[in-house]
């Protein structure tokens, strides 16, 4: 596995054990995040704030299916299953996009969907 696949295999798990540290330790002090119709984030801090959204609770379970790889680009498709603090649990598909350098994520775009 290329070291860029496994910066974000090591990314996917700091979201599974809701670890901020590491998911931290695999972004650029400029990383961006942007999931289209929601939001634009830039920089650690606001991706931090993000990692724990106040809408939803516990520890999400995020399985990755498929991760591709061109240049200094990582694609991870996958499946969401987590838990709305007004509702009950959420079903979503997901597929990331990661702009990777220097080892480390510059650059996320996230398109997420419900699965009902």
């Not at 809701?18 to 119709?37: A, R």
């Not at 299953?81 to 996320?108: E, P």
Request: proline residues 3%.
């Amino acid at each position: 596995m290329s070291k860029n696949k496994k910066i974000v295999e090591n990314y996917i798990d700091g979201f599974n054990k809701s670890d901020h540290k590491q998911i931290l330790s695999c972004l650029t002090d400029d990383v961006e995040w942007i999931l289209p119709g929601m939001f634009h984030l830039n920089g650690k801090d606001e991706f931090d704030r993000e990692i724990e959204n106040p809408a939803f609770e516990g520890k999400p379970e995020i399985v990755v299916t498929r991760m591709i790889e061109e240049n200094d680009v990582v694609i991870a498709e996958g499946t969401v299953r987590t838990k709305k603090r007004d509702s009950g649990f959420i079903n979503l598909v997901f597929c990331d996009v990661f702009v990777m350098k220097d080892g480390l994520i510059k650059k996320l775009t996230s398109y997420l969907m419900e699965v009902k």
